[in-house]
């Protein structure tokens, strides 16, 4: 027999209770149902942000989950936070042949007009979060976009709404796996060498070793960063 909705929404928080990176303790997350379930409120980090979309929907199996859930950063105002964003745009390699866009408080700024592709992207700034609107070539390139704007401090939350060419989109593995590893290797705060990644149905597998907790904790991060990942098998020796 399906769950009512105080049932269920009782159920979610049971689980979220049990998992010790989502710490209710620090953690503000509210659950409404109409229709579906959102996620409301603030958690420390992007761990606590993608366990908790997990375990939400693990619990209510059929029915979609929205994640509205804001990372608990330091406060930005949007200009700046546009600024941000765009500068890691456009530094990007992976998009260099991609026109890009910023725009906050109505205020819109086109900082590369490319010529050789029409795949472009729109980062919309407000209150925190960025929206990303447009078109890439692959799901790598829509994971790793919003993967390092998490980088930015004072961004909250990324909707990401970035369309894919599908017929180059090729094996969801191997591009996750790809996209896990291009990340540790572009962390400046991280010695991702001794790193080996693999992944499976959205699932990745970190082995290896680190020189500290501290870099240990960046590459959770980094992985958990990217929003085609289901769950982290850590299996990384921090010497």
């Given amino acids: ?17 049990k998992e010790p990176s989502v ?8 659950i409404t149902i109409d229709h579906h379930v959102v ?3 603030k958690v420390p980090n992007i761990v606590a942000k ?5 375990l939400a929907r693990q619990v209510t199996l059929d029915m979609e989950v929205e994640d509205r859930l804001r990372v608990d950063t330091e406060a930005l ?5 546009r600024d941000k964003a765009g500068d890691a745009l456009s530094y990007e390699p992976a998009i260099a042949n991609h026109s890009i866009l910023v725009e906050s408080n109505g205020h819109q700024l086109t900082l590369r007009n ?3 592709s029409a ?11 960025i929206t990303l609107r447009g078109r890439v070539d692959s799901i790598s390139h ?11 401090p004072g961004c909250q939350r990324i909707d990401n709404l970035l369309g894919v060419h599908s017929s180059l989109d090729g094996d969801l593995d191997n591009s996750l796996t790809d996209t896990v590893r291009m990340m540790l290797e572009k962390d400046p705060l991280l010695n991702a060498d001794q790193l080996h990644v693999g992944s499976a149905a959205g699932i990745v597998e970190l082995d290896g070793w680190l020189p500290s907790q501290e870099q240990h904790k960046m590459a959770l991060f980094d992985t958990w960063a990217i929003p085609g990942v289901e769950d982290v098998r850590d299996r990384i020796v921090v010497e």
Avoid at 23 to 30: A, D, K, M
Avoid at 77 to 81: C, I, K, P, Q
Avoid at 119 to 125: I, L
């Fill in 1 to 17: 027999m399906p769950l009512g909705q105080p049932q269920l929404i009782k159920a979610i928080y049971a689980a979220l209770e």
């Fill in 23 to 30: 710490n209710l303790g620090r953690s503000r997350i509210h």
């Fill in 39 to 41: 996620l409301h409120g």
């Fill in 50 to 54: 993608r366990v908790a979309a997990r």
């Fill in 77 to 81: 105002g949007d200009a700046a936070l």
């Fill in 114 to 116: 490319s010529r050789t």
């Fill in 119 to 129: 795949n472009f992207v729109h980062a919309q700034v407000k209150d925190g979060v």
């Fill in 142 to 152: 829509r994971w790793l976009i919003e993967a390092i704007l998490w980088w930015i």
